[in-house]
């Protein structure tokens, strides 16, 4: 049997787990793996949480994976759309114009107490929070099995989610 490795505080080896404890060393990693990403990335968050995910170097990554073009897939699960909104966060912006390749879906209503937060790219690194409104958790730039893992839960939160029309451009 084998042991899972101890965490560390720096991804000095891309296989190492991180333990994250502060949201400089978050919006590090977020950004970090977003730019690694080559095909997708899966994220589920409260409301796109703005202090990490509306930061430029985390929105430039993740138009320079959507504008990558064919077979890039960037879905991104929120609880409250609304605020989402009314923060007027630049991925909201950025799947307008790029709803080819960047889908914001709502959390199903039987998924309304789920409660952690994490980031996926390509399926194979990942940020987990257990406690979404919390920023520790742990972090992997290349862990396979636990991606897949994480990307299965996404996989059926995604499937009972639905689309909200406040996230569609208006045409007027």
């Not at 899966?42 to 138009?63: H, K, M």
């Not at 409104?133 to 996404?154: K, N, Q, S, T």
Request: one cysteine or more; hydrophobic letters at 40%; charged letters at 35%.
């Amino acid at each position: 049997m084998s042991e899972t490795p101890p965490m560390t505080d720096t991804a000095s080896d891309s296989s190492e787990r991180v333990a994250v404890r502060d949201l400089e060393q978050l919006r590090d990693l977020s950004e970090r793996l977003a730019r690694q990403a080559r095909r997708s990335i899966d994220l589920v968050s409260r409301d796109l949480e703005p202090r990490i995910y509306d930061q430029n170097g985390f929105i430039d990554a993740v138009r320079a994976l959507a504008t990558r073009g064919r077979g890039v897939r960037i879905r991104l699960l929120v609880h409250s759309v609304e605020a989402v909104v009314a923060a007027d966060h630049r991925l909201l912006e950025l799947s307008r114009r790029l709803s080819s390749f960047i889908e914001i879906r709502k959390l199903g209503e039987e998924d309304g107490n789920f409660n952690e937060a994490f980031l996926i790219a390509d399926g194979s690194g990942y940020i987990h929070r257990p406690q979404s409104d919390r920023v520790e958790g742990e972090a992997c730039l290349y862990d396979r099995l636990r991606a897949r893992e994480l990307v299965r839960i996404f996989t059926e939160l995604w499937d009972r989610s639905a689309s909200d029309p406040n996230v569609r451009r208006l045409h007027i």
